[in-house]
């Protein structure tokens, strides 16, 4: 299994403000995300993090307002850019390790949002 | 669009029971399903995967069951414990395109 780290693990933000989540793995993935988890609810995938390219955002989500970045093959941040208390979730770092079918996926533990 | 949804939103089970939770899903490309178990504070955990070349899969206690013919997921959990008490989701992709899309979760309660 992969492990994930994130950082900070939780905050509380006032509105207006951007927060920037940091997401480390322990060794080389093919494939990072982020997705977002409101309370009690399942996940949504936010975007497909590219390693030295602009990432991939899913339907209802763009780069002004979550830019994401990824250095490496190991790490990732996402940014949550003029913060609004909809924007109070969960962020989730996820990353896929393997290669010709036998690839899966971890999690991070996730970054508690509050935004005031 | 692609969705994945559960049949079950809540299951409650003595401890030592054996635990079913069922999973559908509508995307017949789809190739590599996952199911995860998630404790209150926590991230989801890989629990068991398989792909669609499989119609079963056995893990430590967890049994995953794939019907492609009606696009049915389950996860079976023998002998549960107190432990395995958590939200459990599962998730259905394809290994060529990497993203996986979510069903709604079941919370399973274990009652000692």
């Known amino acids: 299994s992969a492990v994930i780290s994130q950082k900070p693990s939780r905050d509380i933000c006032q509105r207006g403000t951007s927060l920037t989540i940091q997401c480390q793995v322990d060794?080389?993935?093919?494939?990072m995300f982020w997705y977002r988890q409101q309370p009690g609810q399942s996940l949504t995938l936010i975007a497909t993090?590219?390693?030295?390219?602009?990432?991939?955002?899913e339907s209802g989500f763009v780069i002004d307002k979550f830019p994401i970045s990824r250095p490496n093959l190991t790490f990732s941040t996402l940014t949550v850019s003029n913060m609004s208390p909809e924007d109070s979730s969960i962020y989730l770092c996820?990353?896929?390790?393997?290669?010709?079918?036998?690839?899966?996926?971890?999690f991070g533990p996730g970054t508690r949002l509050l935004v005031l | 669009g692609e969705s994945v949804g559960l049949h079950l939103p809540t299951l409650s089970v003595q401890e030592g029971d054996n635990s079913i939770i069922n999973c559908a899903y509508s995307n017949s490309a789809s190739d590599y399903f996952i199911w995860y178990k998630q404790e209150s504070g926590k991230g989801p955990q890989f629990i068991i995967d398989?792909?669609?070349?499989?119609d079963k899969r056995q893990g430590q206690r967890v049994t995953v069951l794939l019907n492609k013919t009606v696009k049915h997921l389950s996860l079976q959990i023998a002998a549960t414990q107190p432990g395995d008490s958590a939200v459990y989701f599962c998730?259905?992709?394809?290994?060529?395109?990497?993203?996986?899309?979510f069903g709604q979760g079941t919370i399973l309660t274990v009652h000692p």
């Open positions: 993090a590219n390693q030295g390219s602009e990432a991939t955002y």
């Open positions: 398989i792909r669609s070349n499989m």
């Open positions: 998730a259905e992709g394809g290994t060529s395109y990497g993203k996986l899309t």
């Open positions: 996820s990353a896929r390790r393997g290669t010709g079918g036998r690839e899966t996926q971890y």
């Open positions: 060794s080389q993935v093919t494939m």
